[in-house]
T-cell receptor
Framework: GNSVTQMEGPVTLSEEAFLTINCTYTATGYPSLFWYVQYPGEGLQLLLKATKADDKGSNKGFEATYRKETTSFHLEKGSVQVSDSAVYFCALTSSNFNKFYFGSGTKLNVKP | NAGVTQTPKFRVLKTGQSMTLLCAQDMNHEYMYWYRQDPGMGLRLIHYSVGEGTTAKGEVPDGYNVSRLKKQNFLLGLESAAPSQTSVYFC?????????????FGAGSRLTVL
């Protein structure tokens, strides 16, 4: 079956620190992989995506590389800001029906 | 464009009461979804629809019903609310056809069942 596992939070960092949030997946077929972000009181928004192995998704200084050999899609940012404080969700789509599978979310707190 | 709009944003129910959450999208998307979000459990799919007049069960469909009478609307109903249905509910929509479709989410509806 399809599933996503991501590191538990909360993750607390100081401003300008390096961020890694781990995500691994189990999937049949050839899924697409996503990171969504949820700011307080809001719905989820797409942060970045990758559709095939070795693709790198990037947006707003965040990056993630689709690693088929390790079934991973880790989120990284070189220098976090207070405004990056949010909950981050790793997700994948199945190869049919466009069903999405989400991880449990990782809360990031960035302190000034 | 409004995107995905959910109503109501907040609601408090007593056990056994019924209610309907409305989701409306103005992007002409084919697919629509209802998720619930609970602490530590991420998002779980309740029901989804791949087109007008069609619905299907997700991971946690028990206690909920849905209808997609119009392409732009997807209704989630609770016939007899239970405290276990206290949650934040998110509607989402996407286009069909591509494996890299992107979900567009509403702002959420917070439901408390006493």
């Amino acid at each position: 079956g399809n599933s996503v596992t991501q590191m538990e939070g909360p993750v607390t960092l100081s401003e300008e620190a390096f961020l890694t949030i781990n995500c691994t997946y189990t999937a049949t077929g050839y899924p697409s992989l996503f990171w969504y972000v949820q700011y307080p009181g809001e719905g989820l928004q797409l942060l970045l995506k990758a559709t095939k192995a070795d693709d790198k998704g990037s947006n707003k200084g965040f990056e993630a590389t689709y690693r088929k050999e390790t079934t991973s899609f880790h989120l990284e940012k070189g220098s976090v800001q207070v405004s990056d404080s949010a909950v981050y969700f790793c997700a994948l789509t199945s190869s049919n029906f466009n069903k999405f599978y989400f991880g449990s979310g990782t809360k990031l707190n960035v302190k000034p | 464009n409004a995107g995905v709009t959910q109503t109501p944003k907040f609601r408090v129910l007593k056990t056994g009461q019924s209610m309907t959450l409305l989701c409306a999208q103005d992007m002409n998307h084919e697919y629509m979804y209802w998720y619930r979000q609970d602490p530590g459990m991420g998002l779980r799919l309740i029901h989804y629809s791949v087109g007008e007049g069609t619905t299907a069960k997700g991971e946690v469909p028990d206690g909920y019903n849905v209808s997609r009478l119009k392409k732009q609307n997807f209704l989630l109903g609770l016939e007899s609310a239970a405290p276990s249905q206290t949650s934040v509910y998110f509607c989402a929509s996407s286009n069909a056809g591509s494996g890299a479709n992107v979900l567009t989410f509403g702002a959420g509806s917070r439901l408390t069942v006493l």
